[in-house]
């Protein structure tokens, strides 16, 4: 399902544990890692598609989750020009999300990545609250700030943690790559 502008309705999943770590998943085959997301279907509410996903991309099911709060509106990012596929019709030049944000209720062992026959992701692994910032890919970095510059007061009321930034660079620091899922 693609909109008049070209966008494609999609809800995203920003997954926390107690401790403010948020889970972040390698896809299959790639070096590319990311945040639970995917499509919402034609006359699907974004809290269904929230849920389907979910259940789809990590294995988790409505009690495994408590949902905190979500971006007040759609989030846009376009596809690079090499990424839209310009026969396919309609022409999706990109997604338009909403962003949710939740909270793990149960052990992370529930977290399963092959509960479905074809798995997005193959790995996770918990990281700090700022690192997918300098790590989602770059065509998709403003959505991930403004979802979670939107959402960080939410999870972190007393205040979020401090971007870090490697003096001289302007630049967070280096943190190393998150190793294998449980």
């Not at 798995?119 to 692994?125: A, I, K, M, N, Y």
């Not at 971007?163 to 899922?181: L, M």
């Amino acid at each position: 399902m693609i909109d008049k502008k070209g966008f494609r309705p999609n809800v995203g999943m920003i997954l926390a544990n107690a401790a403010g770590e948020l889970l972040w998943a390698r896809r299959v085959g790639q070096d590319a890692w990311q945040f639970p997301q995917g499509g919402i279907q034609r006359n699907e509410s974004p809290e269904a598609a929230l849920y389907r996903e979910l259940n789809e991309e990590v294995g988790l099911a409505p009690s495994d989750v408590a949902v905190l709060g979500a971006t007040r509106g759609w989030l846009h990012y376009r596809l690079p020009r090499h990424l839209i596929r310009r026969r396919q019709r309609p022409t999706c030049i990109g997604q338009k999300q909403v962003w949710f944000l939740l909270r793990l209720r149960t052990a992370d062992t529930r977290v399963r990545l092959d509960a479905t026959p074809a798995p997005e992701f193959d790995t996770w692994s918990w990281v700090p609250y700022w690192y997918p910032l300098e790590e989602i890919v770059s065509f998709k970095r403003e959505v991930y700030a403004q979802a979670l510059d939107e959402l960080a007061p939410v999870l972190f009321p007393e205040g979020p943690p401090r971007r870090p930034v490697n003096p001289g660079t302007g630049r967070p620091p280096a943190i190393p790559q998150p190793g294998q899922g449980r």
